[in-house]
Each structure stands twice: as C-alpha cells, then as structure tokens.
C-alpha cells in the first residue's frame, strides 16, 4: 500500500464510480472511465488510489499523469537535447503518451487541456500509437493505454470526441449527504492504512478472478436487442455505444461470479454508457390516455379431468428476461439523477456564436511550437535552437581551426542564424462583446434595463467561453466607457447602477469608442468583437460640434461621421446587431439605415428583455 495515496475502498460517496473502476479493471477494451464530479469530492484521489489497486495488472501496469500546461514534445516526445549534443546524433525520447503504454493515463480536467494536446489524445486513442514527425525525427511508438479523466461539470463538459471514444462515463455525481460528509471527514483524521489492506487485497483477487471468468461469459441475443432498443429511446448516434454497453453487462456478470448476463447487468450498461449519451429520455409509458383498454382475451377452456393442482403445475413460469424496454430504462435511472442530465455534449447543439470559438496564434497564451525566425520576431527558444544546431555541431567543429596552442577543436556549441527558432503562442480566442447603450432621451432607463439584464447573461457564460463584455453608454457631448472589457459580473453591476440618463445622441463618439476598444482587444489576442448598439439610431452630436453650425448642419455633420465611422467599423470585420428601442409610429428608419451601415443584422424589440436581445446577439 503506497503511503500518501488514500486506499480505493476507503474512499466514501463514489460508490457509483468505484464500481465503474472496477469494470474497467476487468475488461481494459472499454479504453476508460471518465468522471464529472464537483471540486473537493475526492475523484483524484479515486483515480490514484485506482492505480495502485491494479498496479501490476496486464494494461493496468503503472500510472502516468498529464499535467494541464504540457507542452507537445512532453506530451508526443522528441529529440533528446543532451544525448543529441553529447554524440552528435538524433536521439528520441518517449513523450508521457508512449510512456503510459500497456498502463493508465490520467488527466484531471480533461476539460481544460488545451485542443492540440487532446486531439493528439484522440490519434492515440484511435491508434494505439504516437507518431512523431518533428525536429528531423521519424518515430512510431506503440501507445496502448487506457485512460481516467476526471473533470469539473462547473467548468464545462469535455468534448464530444473524446468521450465517444471511452466506454464509461460517470455522470455528474449529485450532492453528497450529510453523512457521506462527516464519514468523510472521520476517515480522513482517523486513516489506517493497515486497516484497508487487507480490503484492497481482497477487491484485487476479486478483479483477477473476474478477468479469468469474464472470456466465458454469454449474452443472450435478447439482451442484445434490449441494449439496442435502449440506445435507440435515448438517442444515441452510431454503434459504438452499444458495443461499450454490451462490454460493461458481460465485465458486470463476471464480476458477481456469473457465466450469463443478466437483467442488472443491462441495467448497470445503460446507466454508465448510455444515459450519460441521452439526447433525450424517453417516456416510461407512451400510451396513448385517450384509447381505451383493450379487453383481455379469453381464457383457453379447460380440461375438467384436470385437477387445480395439475392446472397450476402447468403454467409456465414468467420470464425474467421479457422486461420491456420501459423497464430496463426505469431499472437504469432508479438512482438519483441530477435534473441537467442532458447538458452533455452529446445533446448540447452550437446555437449561435456562444461557445468556444477555437484558437488564435499570437504573443501570449500557451507554447505550442516553436519556428525558424529571428528575434525581433518573437521570443527565442534557446531549447529548440539547440535542438537544431545538435546536429550539425561535429561538422562545424571540425571546419573550425583550433586556437593557437589547442591540440584540437573547441567543444563549445556553434549557432548559426538559421538555427535560431521563435515560440509560437496559442490562446483561447473568445469574443468580445461591446454594448453601446443609447442613454439620451426618455426611453434611455428601459434600454439601460435591457442592457444591465443582458450583459449579466452573458457573463454568467464568459469564464467557460474565454468570452468579454465591454460597456459603453453615450449621452450629453461625447460617450463613455463604463466597463472595459471584462468577465467580472460585478464590476458591470456597478457601472450600470450609476449611469445618468438624458440628453443628446453622440453615436459617432460611441462608434470611435468601440472601435478603439476592439483595436486594444485585438492587440491581446481577442480577434472578434460583436458590437451591440441598443439605440434608435438617432445622432445629433458630431464629434467636435461647430458653434456656427444651424441645427439641420449639426445633424447632417453627425450624421455623416456615423456613416464614415460605421463603414470603417464594417471593413475591419467587427459584426454587429442594432437593437430598435424606438416605438414604430415613431421610428423613421434610422435604426435600421445604421446596421446597413455596419453591414450588420437590424432587430426591432421596442419592449424586448435581456434574454430576447441575448438571443439575438447569439444568433448567427
């Protein structure tokens, strides 16, 4: 028993996980387990105190974990600098990939790793190998691993990808007990080691003995067109499900000791492999309440010369196997559920621009990869200069003459311009949404309501979405940024809640404002920047007003500016939606004129809410 590393039974409220470990254990072709739990309920501690349990196992032999911020040679594997440098010849090293090889891999928010690092995971998992085609190397190293993740439901679910390729997915795990809680803190204070051997040793001869009985087990073609059924009612796409279902009833059966699968066995199968995958539930009784009953056919005439006895004897007994397919669903679902059990990827459609929008390259962010150039251009990657230079190093010292007085060549490591190599960055490419707020004339309260609902809506979502939300209110002479752009929903309360209303309309000073915003924005890495005007569109103020100017001038000049402002808006790519606060028998078009001008969409919501205006500036 490693000491630091909490026993596998002696953990308390992850039965349900626990018992999907074990089938893991038993059949490694499932390829995983996958676990959503809240922070602090234990599911890394589950996981290693797993690894230790089957340590030694055929595909379960050691543990090797990936750490959020791996880089691509840590995770894939490259070249071996200091070998590379001492022979002067190409070495390879295995990457945490290769190295998990015939064992586990682990990785704790598995949602968070960043996308080049998980669809690398993916070509593994698909694969069993790791290709390296990078710094000069050529390298296939087998990589036939089976994976525990764990992840944080609070933070946003994995990708679809990945979790089509693992068999077991454990739910979200509902709120523990107040006993489950204080059994957890009385075992933590009170941790004997030697007390839970004992226990780990008999799940481990339980796991062996299940692995040697689990090639005789049988599944009846009934069952299988149960699980077929099943998967059908929830929804699920392709085959691959039913196959990790079919896998996890027989690693079930010879886990109790069994040669047949049985009910409890699909039961378990549908509740860890499809009711994770749901689209959506069905029913558990579709009848139709407006049809009668149908009446009971008649019963068979009976002998007379039978006796009740003989008569009871000869009626068969039921079938245990002829449930229907409503009560093997109800079977799997009798444990408590949480209501979002649909809020997975499988049943989450893009609606749209919310959402992860990828990635984009830039100075800050993640390394990914590093690329001839000069310093000037970025910064330099002494590791993978020398990485380059390794090789060529006996050549060039060859060609180099010794110094007076040396008996031979200087070891000393020789760089040459085409050697250097710059980092390349990569960071979440969320979107910024920058609201210009109408906060002149009398219906300047009920948008700034609207605005303050929506942009609470939308930063209730921007951490997981990398996304920002930036406010500026313009009235009086000139516009005003009240919030820079920001994911902190109470730094926007407080700019909404002080924001005085009335006077006239400076449209082009707003336009100016954002467009400055999304020139700094874009300078951070935050390519795209929606633009939400709640406004009638009416501007009255230019950006430097003339005091000789007539009234119809001012508004001409005003006019103008938001034309050539809104055009210039328009050629930098900024999209934007122009929401008409203005009531119909009022509106002269203006509003709608505007979003021409940007090349955006024009929506008319004279009363609208904050989730009618979110929608819009979600929609495509």
């Not at 070509?123 to 990589?143: F, I, N």
């Not at 710059?422 to 920058?434: E, V």
């Not at 707020?437 to 997981?464: C, E, F, P, T, W």
């Not at 979405?465 to 940024?481: M, N, P, T, W």
Request: hydrophobic content about 40%; some cysteine.
């Amino acid at each position: 028993m490693s000491k630091g590393v909490i026993p596998f039974p002696a953990l308390v409220g992850l039965d349900q996980a626990q018992h999907a470990l074990m089938l893991l254990a038993v059949d490694p072709l499932l390829g995983g387990v996958v676990l959503g739990a809240g922070a602090g309920t234990g599911k890394s501690s589950l996981m290693r105190g797993f690894a230790v349990l089957v340590a030694g196992l055929p595909h379960c032999a050691h543990l090797v974990e990936v750490p959020l911020g791996v880089t691509e040679d840590r995770l894939l594997g490259g070249l071996d600098l200091e070998a590379t440098l001492a022979t002067g010849t190409r070495h390879y090293r295995a990457g945490l990939l290769a190295r998990a090889d015939g064992g586990l891999l682990y990785v704790d928010n598995i949602n968070l790793l960043d996308d080049s690092s998980l669809n690398h995971l993916l070509a593994t998992l698909d694969t069993g190998m790791v290709r390296v085609e990078r710094e000069g190397l050529s390298q296939r190293s087998p990589a036939r691993l089976v994976l525990l993740a764990t992840y944080d439901p609070a933070e946003g679910p994995p990708r679809r990808h990945l979790l089509d390729r693992v068999g077991i997915i454990v739910a979200p795990l509902t709120r523990t007990s107040v006993h489950t809680r204080a059994e957890t803190v009385r075992r933590n204070q009170q941790l004997d080691y030697a007390a839970w051997h004992e226990e780990s040793i008999a799940l481990r001869l339980l796991i062996e003995q299940a692995r040697t009985l689990l090639p005789t087990v049988q599944i009846s073609d009934l069952h299988l067109h149960q699980l077929a059924e099943a998967a059908l009612a929830f929804g699920i796409e392709g085959q691959r499900a039913d196959l990790f279902a079919c896998r996890v009833a027989l690693a079930a059966a010879a886990l109790e000791g069994r040669d047949l699968v049985e009910q409890d066995d699909l039961a378990l199968a549908v509740r860890l492999v499809l009711l994770p995958r749901a689209t959506r539930l069905p029913l558990a009784a579709e009848t139709e309440p407006d049809s009668p009953p149908a009446e009971p056919p008649p019963p068979p005439p009976t002998e007379p010369d039978h006796t009740d006895s003989e008569a009871s004897e000869q009626q068969p007994e039921p079938d245990p196997e002829a449930l229907t397919l409503e009560d093997l669903v109800l079977a799997a679902m009798e444990t408590e559920i949480t209501s979002d059990v649909l809020a997975t990827p499988f049943s989450i459609r893009r609606k749209g621009r919310s959402g992860s929008r990828g990635s984009t390259l830039g100075k800050r962010g993640r390394h990914i990869r590093s690329v001839p150039g000069k310093p000037s251009q970025g910064r330099l990657d002494v590791i993978a200069t020398l990485r380059a230079a390794a090789p060529w190093q006996p050549a060039r010292q060859a060609e180099q003459p010794p110094p007076d007085g040396a008996d031979g060549p200087v070891r000393r490591v020789q760089l040459r311009s085409d050697d250097l190599h710059i980092k390349q960055f990569r960071s979440k490419a969320g979107t910024l949404f920058c609201f210009l707020v109408d906060a002149s004339g009398s219906m300047a309260l009920h948008r700034m309501r609207q605005a303050k609902g929506a942009i609470n809506a939308l930063l209730q979502q921007a951490y997981v979405h990398r996304d920002q939300v930036a406010l500026i209110a313009f009235r009086g002479e000139q516009a005003e940024v009240l919030l820079p752009p920001s994911q902190s929903v109470e730094l926007a309360k407080r700019a909404l809640d002080v924001l005085p209303t009335g006077g006239g309309t400076p449209l082009a000073s707003a336009l100016l404002a954002a467009w400055q915003i999304a020139q700094h924005a874009r300078s951070r890495g935050i390519q795209q920047t929606s633009l939400v005007l709640i406004t009638d569109g009416r501007p009255n103020v230019p950006l430097q007003p003339q005091p000789d100017q007539s009234r119809d001038e001012r508004l001409a000049h005003a006019r103008e500016e938001v034309q050539r402002l809104a055009g210039r808006l328009r050629s930098e790519g900024l999209s934007a939606v122009v929401i008409d606060t203005q009531r119909n028998f009022l509106s002269r078009g203006e509003a709608r004129q505007l979003a021409e001008w940007l090349g955006g969409r024009y929506v008319y919501l004279p009363q609208g809410s904050s989730r009618e205006i979110v929608r819009e500036v979600l929609a495509e």
